[in-house]
């Protein structure tokens, strides 16, 4: 009867197989071209993800700037947008302060009267004949029956607050003739006969609106005049001039 010992027949196998490896190995040649190889492979694989890397980084920077130039490009728009604006504004500015200074301008002589007409209302039996206006210099111009009654004008001009301020009054007396007194012929005994004295007026003042709005904080040619306490005489009959 033949044995065969089948486990030292591959056992021999192996290490018969092992010694040739281990044989190839040892051989300088063969682990030159090992660690050749590993070193290739290592390198190509830092190489390889180098270059993956920096492409994706180069994507990534191309990105951004693209993102970076639309946002210039959205920011210079809205820059060019807020410079129309401005520019807008700054004519709407101009024409408000043209049309303001227009409306001072037109509104000067429309104050004027309106504070002289307040004035003359309260003073019955004054008539003014002319006003003329100079920049802050005003002279007024008229004539009254009373003397009295140009005294009260001029005090309800120079009580405002620093409406009109500066004042000077200048009278003079003449005799007209009453034209409403029934017409009679004249004699040597009485040759004034039907005339009248009135009391010829120049008052000259400043106007200055912008220091009776400092004082009162209201509109200057609203102010009252603030004048003694006098009794009102009765109105004299009016009297038409030549």
Excluded at 21 to 43: I, Q
Excluded at 186 to 201: E, W, Y
């Amino acid at each position: 009867m033949i044995k065969i010992n089948l486990l030292n027949s591959v056992t021999d196998r192996q290490n018969s197989t092992v010694a040739a490896v281990d044989r190839k190995v040892s051989s300088p040649v063969s682990r030159f071209v090992l660690m050749a190889v590993v070193v290739t492979v290592m390198m190509g694989a830092v190489i390889g993800w180098d270059v993956i890397s920096t492409q994706m980084a180069k994507t990534e920077a191309e990105q951004q700037l693209n993102e970076q130039k639309q946002i210039a490009t959205e920011l210079e728009a809205v820059q060019n947008e807020q410079k129309d604006l401005e520019a807008k504004i700054n004519n709407i500015d101009t024409r408000i302060n043209a049309i303001k200074k227009l409306r001072d301008s037109q509104a000067g002589p429309s104050a004027v009267l309106e504070a002289l007409k307040e004035r003359v209302t309260m003073t019955p039996g004054l008539y003014l004949e002319s006003v003329e206006q100079t920049a802050e210099n005003i002279v007024l111009k008229g004539n009254s029956p009373d003397e009295s009654q140009v005294t009260q004008f001029g005090r309800s001009l120079e009580f405002s607050n620093g409406l009109f301020s500066n004042l000077s009054i200048e009278t003079q007396r003449a005799e007209v003739q009453n034209q409403q007194a029934p017409v009679k012929a004249s004699t040597d005994a009485n040759p004034d006969a039907g005339k009248i004295t009135l009391v010829n007026f120049t008052i000259k003042c400043s106007y200055t609106p912008s220091k009776a709005a400092a004082a009162n904080g209201s509109n200057p040619t609203q102010a009252s005049a603030q004048s003694p306490a006098a009794p009102q005489p009765a109105a004299p009959q009016q009297v038409a001039k030549n």
